[in-house]
C-alpha cells in the first residue's frame, strides 16, 4: 500500500463552535502546502491518523466532533509554545 502524503489547514476564531478547516491537500499539493505554512511561520504538527481523518471533510467545514480533543491539545500546546517564546 502507497503512502500519500496529506495535509490539512485549520483555523479557529473566535466565538467559533470549532475549528474549520480553510486547505487540505494530498501528495505534491500537501508538500507545497507544508511549505508555504513553515515559511510563513505557521505551526506544524505533523499528526498522520489526524490528517486523514479531516482529509475526508470539505473545505469550509467544522472538524468532526470526535477531533476536538485531540486538536483543542494541539492549539493549547501551539499557544503554550507561541507565548513562551514571544
Known amino acids: 500500500?502507497?503512502?500519500?502524503?496529506?495535509?490539512?489547514?485549520?483555523?479557529?476564531?473566535?466565538?467559533?463552535?470549532?475549528?474549520?478547516?480553510?486547505?487540505?491537500?494530498?501528495?505534491l499539493l500537501a508538500q507545497r502546502l507544508l511549505k508555504i505554512a513553515e515559511e510563513n511561520d505557521i505551526a506544524v504538527v505533523r499528526d498522520d491518523a489526524l490528517a486523514e481523518v479531516l482529509s475526508f471533510q470539505e473545505v469550509g467545514s467544522c472538524i468532526p466532533e470526535q477531533t476536538w480533543e485531540i486538536v483543542a491539545k494541539i492549539f493549547a500546546f501551539i499557544g503554550y509554545i507561541g507565548d513562551k517564546y514571544e
Open 1 to 27: 500500500m502507497n503512502f500519500v502524503k496529506k495535509a490539512v489547514a485549520l483555523r479557529y476564531p473566535e466565538n467559533a463552535q470549532a475549528p474549520f478547516i480553510t486547505a487540505a491537500a494530498k501528495g
